[in-house]
Every structure is written in C-alpha cells, then in structure tokens.
C-alpha cells in the first residue's frame, strides 16, 4: 500500500492544473517538433552530457547539497559504476523513483533529471516543502555503457554512431526485468527497487520523431502510458492512471507539449509492466519526440528541439512532486485516458 501523509500547508508557488483533464489539447505551433534530421539537420551529440560529465554534476550536487546522498548501486559491463541520487528517507512519506535512459540513445530523459537534481538542491522554500514531504529516487542513466557508444558490437548502421539502444551485450534492458541477466538490470532492482521500495515510479524514454495524434497530421512531444498486463493491481492501476494525469496536465498546461496514449503490450519484462506486478509500485512510461542515435532516419532529432524536450521531462517530473506533496495525486482525473487517442506514425 502507499504510504500517505496529511499535509498542513500548501505548496508555496504555483501548482500545476488540478482539474480534470478535459479533451485533448492541442500544443499547435508551440510544441517540441522542430526540424527532424533528415540528412539535414545538424546532429550535436557532443552537446550531451557523456558518462564523465553525468558524474562530475552529480559528485558537485552531492557536495553542495546537505538535503542529497549520492550512492553506486551496482556496475554495467564495461565497469561503469551507476549512480542513484536520493532525497529524503522519511517512512512516513510517499516515495518516488526517475528511471532515465534505460535505451542509451534516449538521451535527453538523463538530461532533464540532471536538471531537475539541479533543482533540488537548491535552498528555496518550494523545493524545501516538497523535501518534507516526498522521498525522492533518481536514477539517470540505466544503460551507461550503450549511451557511450562503448559495446561489443558494430555502430556503422547508425546515424550518428554514437549511442545505442542496447547495452555492451547487445541486450534490451527494458526486456530484462524478470530474468534479469544483465548486470545493470539485476543492480537495479536489488539495490534500489527492493531497498527503497518506491510508490510511484516515471519511466522516462524516447521514440519516434514522426508519431502523431491518433490518426491526425499532428506531431505529438511524447506519449504515456500505464501498466497494461492484466495481473497488477486494481489499486496500483488506478494510481498509476492517476500519474498520469498529473503528467498530461502538467505538459499540457505549459502550451509546448501535445501527448498521445503510447499503444504499448502487456509483457511483464517490461519495467512498466513488471515492476508493478511485482512491486506494486505505480508505474508510467513517458516517451518523449526523437533519439540521438538510431539506425533510423526518422527517429532521429535534430539539434534545435532539445531545449524543449528537456524541459518537458522536468515539467513531467516536477509536477510529480508537486502533486505528491499536497496529495493532489489523490484526486486527479483519470477520465482523460479513455479519450486520449493512441499514438500513430507519419510518413
């Protein structure tokens, strides 16, 4: 059951939308679909953080900030320690858990909770007010090794040869989540899953850059979704639906953001599948417009919708802890699922 705490005061600054979320909105011209790449349009990678870059930001937060423990919680297969940032251990608090990058080339997830650890870690009393009431878990960076390019096998069929979806051993992590055979996988879930025992959990990823609006011409920033195998919880469903609805309102009341339902299985190898079942942890998939890397043309984005993006994945996760802080995630509107149209692809 989730742990439930009966707050006194509101959040100091503005919320995000709790209404219900009524129809589909439309982002229009302010939404995060720039240019794809095409041949064309410039690809800079070099803009990201790579893996030495990604641990000096979290070794300087960790070092700036009383409130953050910065832990290793296991290593990938090239050797590469990964790091979970935490904020908080109150049990009588909900716990949340950012899962970022479990695909090396869905880069800007990591890049948007390197943000958000930036955040909070800063002394302001609205960060201060979530801190006293919600434990946070980041993970950025699942598959460390796929995200350097550092793999056992070829990168010449990739636009960009710098980043892959799979890890050193050619293995989908988001499909090692029963069998866990893979290091980073099987680190993952003992070392953070089963001793923190999250709540809720964001599982932050990319796709396409031409998925659309259902059947429309319409370009969408990302898409979500909850647990979809049949064996979860009644109650872990519901709260994962309630999730997303903070999510939906959230991206959608910042005007650059236009979401469609991800048409995702039921295989509990996926995180988002199994990780509910087993943990009864509240789960949502979060995809977000365009990879950094990928045999595909198409599902590569250019450089100029970056900023955007990962933007949107701070949104998503900020107003998580919002809503987990006043207990608004208790009455969110889940009526908005039944009418979000699944996501489609263009041409």
Do not use: C
């Not at 858990?97 to 948007?112: A, D, I, K, R, S």
């Not at 650890?117 to 434990?135: A, F, R, Y």
């Not at 069998?179 to 993952?188: C, G, L, N, S, W």
Request: zero cysteines; charged letters at 25%; hydrophobic letters at 35%.
């Amino acid at each position: 059951m989730m742990k439930k705490k009966v707050l006194s005061v509101a959040l100091a600054g503005t919320l995000l939308a709790t209404g219900a979320a009524t129809g589909t909105v439309l982002a229009g011209d302010n939404s995060a679909n720039g240019p794809n790449y095409e041949g064309n349009e410039t690809i800079k990678n070099e803009r990201l953080h790579n893996y030495e870059e990604m641990v000096k930001v979290l070794e300087k937060a960790d070092s700036q900030s009383e409130a953050m423990e910065l832990e290793t919680y296991g290593e990938s297969v090239k050797g590469r320690d990964l790091y979970l940032a935490k904020f908080g251990s109150n049990e009588d608090n909900p716990t949340v858990l950012f899962l970022t990058q479990q695909h090396g080339n869905e880069t800007l997830t990591t890049e948007g909770a390197l943000k958000l650890i930036q955040n909070l870690t800063s002394n302001g009393k609205k960060t201060q007010e979530i801190l006293d009431n919600v434990n946070v878990l980041i993970a950025p960076r699942l598959n460390v090794d796929g995200a350097e390019g550092d793999v056992n096998f070829s990168l010449d069929d990739y636009v960009s040869g710098t980043h892959t979806r799979y890890n050193a051993n050619e293995v989908d992590l988001n499909r090692d989540h029963i069998d866990r055979e893979q290091p980073e996988t099987k680190a993952f879930h003992e070392n953070v899953l089963q001793k923190y025992s999250p709540d809720y959990m964001i599982d932050l990823h990319h796709q396409g850059t031409q998925t659309t609006l259902g059947d429309s011409d319409e370009l969408v920033s990302g898409s979500i979704l909850y647990p979809t195998t049949e064996n979860v919880d009644d109650e872990v469903l519901q709260r994962s639906k309630q999730l997303g609805s903070v999510v939906y309102d959230a991206v959608s009341d910042k005007g650059y953001g236009l979401l469609s339902k991800y048409p995702g299985g039921s295989a509990e190898t996926i995180s988002r599948n199994g990780l509910a079942v087993e943990y009864d942890v509240a789960t949502l998939l979060f995809e977000m417009r365009g990879m950094a890397d990928h045999e595909y043309d198409d599902y590569v984005l250019g450089q100029k919708s970056n900023g955007k993006l990962i933007q949107q994945a701070v949104t998503a996760m900020e107003a998580t802890l919002e809503a987990l802080a006043d207990g608004s995630i208790n009455e969110a509107d889940t009526s908005f699922w039944d009418d979000l149209p699944e996501s489609g692809y263009g041409e």
